[in-house]
């Protein structure tokens, strides 16, 4: 008898298997999260050469390149009035799928510095992908070897050496009258460029004396014994090899200032939750592939992928922060 139902037995299994897998379709199990069907604009509201250029552009193929999505990104710098062309275009995309933009500290900064018509809330928040580090540089032939030597000399001749940067009263300028505040005495002649990848070239041909750049401005320059790094301008060294040779500038002078940029992305305002929500899943994956790990190593990035809820407090605290900071030196549009 076993024999003659066992064929009867396995059609009913297969019966129930097939109709398992009808009802978990229409529960909605196997649906797809969104994803894009036309190319993304991933916009770079900063010039060429910079720390927020140098991820759009490393960042562009991974999506393809690890199989996350079918359709290109494609890069656009808009760096006009420190970065605000960016950030008022991809406003004025209202709905629109596949603008989005890679941010810095301007997202803070340019507002409040300038009164452009823009607020950060105003776009839609995808994820923070990391936090970046800031250095002190000098020229590689400088006599300086340590940050204290380095402003004790600017000390002692106020105003004569050029801190290059990039921007007017963004980040750089900001770390600057940091510094200038922790050391009474210090002053430097701020002089701003359009992008990171600028001023270490400008350092590199000694028409500035120094810069506080990111880790990926300079790196490529340092590793061709072009720079030195006197000091990480943070509260701990860089846990990474040989960046972790480079003291605080607290273990270098005693004073301990800090500051980390803002790496995120946003998307232009209104678009669907099914949208946003799709987009942090890819940028999700992207932090999670080899090519992100290798790019986080070889350019001192600090990963710290943050989305939802959490992002936008982060966001509403970095504001507070930021504000407070440029309060402090004068920075705010009055």
């Not at 097939?18 to 036309?38: E, K, N, Q």
């Not at 900063?46 to 193929?61: E, H, Q, W, Y």
Request: glycine share 8%.
């Amino acid at each position: 008898m076993d024999t003659m139902r066992s064929p009867k037995v396995w059609k009913c299994l297969l019966v129930v298997a097939l109709l398992a897998s009808v009802t978990s379709l229409w529960g909605g199990v196997a649906f797809a999260a969104w994803t894009p069907t036309r190319p993304v604009e991933f916009n770079v509201p900063a010039g060429t050469g910079g720390g927020a250029d140098l991820l759009a552009r490393f960042v562009s193929p991974l999506f393809q390149k690890n199989n996350i999505v079918n359709q290109p990104f494609i890069v656009v710098n808009r760096s006009g009035g420190a970065g605000a062309e960016g950030f008022l275009y991809v406003k004025s995309k209202t709905g629109d799928e596949n603008v989005i933009i890679v941010t810095l500290d301007n997202l803070f900064t340019t507002p409040l510095a300038t009164g452009v018509p823009f607020n950060w809330k105003e776009l839609t928040p995808i994820s923070r992908l990391g936090l970046d580090w800031f250095v002190l540089w000098v020229n590689a032939e400088s006599p300086y070897k340590t940050a204290k030597e380095y402003l004790e000399a600017v000390k002692k001749e106020p105003g004569k050496f050029k801190m290059g940067g990039t921007g007017t009263k963004q980040e750089d300028q900001i770390i600057t009258v940091q510094i200038e505040q922790g050391f009474p005495g210090v002053k430097f002649a701020y002089v701003p460029f359009k992008g990171g990848g600028e001023v270490c070239v400008e350092l590199v041909g000694k028409h500035i004396d120094s810069t506080v750049n990111n880790p990926s401005e300079c790196v490529s320059h340092w590793r061709a014994g072009k720079v030195r790094p006197l000091a990480v301008i943070d509260h701990e060294r860089i846990p990474l090899p040989e960046w972790d040779k480079i003291p605080t500038l607290k273990e270098a002078t005693g004073v301990d200032i800090s500051y980390q940029m803002l790496r995120g992305i946003f998307a232009a305002p209104n678009i669907k939750k099914e949208v946003q929500d799709g987009y942090v899943e890819l940028f999700k994956k992207v932090s999670e592939t080899q090519d992100w790990k290798t790019y986080v190593d070889q350019y001192a990035l600090k990963p710290a992928f943050l989305a939802g809820p959490d992002y936008v407090k982060w966001l509403e605290q970095k504001e507070a922060t930021t504000k407070d900071l440029m309060d402090k030196g004068g920075m705010l549009k009055k």
